[in-house]
């Protein structure tokens, strides 16, 4: 027995196996094992300048069949290792995460050039736009009608909601008291010429007699009543401009009344389209007593004026006018026909004192003259700076302004 056969015999020994079990090999072995698949190297793509000195450049690894291990029978060590076929080890060193790294899409033999390797763009398939749906054409819809109000609202806003003139409103509850008469002269004392304005709300239709704006073309003009007061103004004293409340049978004046009682814009609307200017001041002459008239003065003046007399009647009606002006923060009151001679009208006029305080801005005396110029186409009230009347009213007038501009300024 060889020294060979002895060292493998005394190895089979040590691990309790016999030399019978024992086969020789040759050295001469052929594999044909199936290989395996081959290994494609990723391709290293250029670092920028700067990082070229950092980087180590990949090594292209050559594909060789690599051996699968299959059961076999015990082969000596050496016999194996002086038959095997000399395998170079290959190694690849990492790349850094600079290097940008193709992807590999699928596995291909190694001797395919990487430059060949190309890939289709891939086609994104866009859907048609679907047809607008009822609700999105239902919601610009809605969309359009609110643009629209938001619009109107705004020129809305834009309109102007009253006269920038200032309105005086005279009125009383009581008949024969001089109302008209006052509303004649506060007409021509309150503006500057051209700019006084009086409108007759009296279907009376008697202030065109105190400020002589009588004419043969009354019967054409319409009043009150018509819609464009600027062409139905009459020239009057003093460069005053008054309206008429015209010439109409008692029918269409019910019927009139009826239809300012259910519009309460009626007035405010008909000052706004005269065009007037701050600059103007309008006085309005109402008819006695609680009258849809009345109601219509008050909602659109700046100041009311409260005619009344030193007697008992004017002074009962006191408690009702006090509800009829309830809330109206710029009431006054004017004491008319004052007759100085008489104690009753000096008692009247201390207890009227006592119960208006503040609020009684002027006391006119009685004047015959008054009267009498009426009958003549005459009125001392506007003209005769003499009168005591005249002088009162003037006073009144001041009065009326003072209060007008301290509201302005505050």
Sequence with gaps: MSKVQNDIANLLNRFGAKTDSYLEVEAALEYKEAPLAPVVVPVVVAAPAAQAGLMTPVSQAESSPAQAKQPIALVPRMAVAASAPNVTETRVEPVLASVYVAPVQERVASNVEPSTLTSEPATVSVMPAPKSSLRSLLNEVALARQASIQASNEEKAEVVTSTPAHVVA?????????????????????????HGFAIDLDPQNALRHHLGAVSDEEESVEGLSGEDWQSSLCDGMVGVKMLPYGIVADKERRVFERRIENDNEWLNRQLIAMKLNTADTVVLDTPPGPTPYMEHALAVADQVVVVITPDAGSFLTLDQLDRQVEGIDHCSFIVNQFDASRTFCQDMLEVLKRRLGDKLIGVIPFDHAISEGLAFGNMPLLTDDASPARQAILSIADALKAQSSKTAGD
């Design 170 to 194: 005279v009125v009383s509850l009581k008949g024969g008291v001089g109302k008209t008469t006052i509303s004649a002269a506060l007409a021509g004392a309150l503006a500057p010429q051209g």
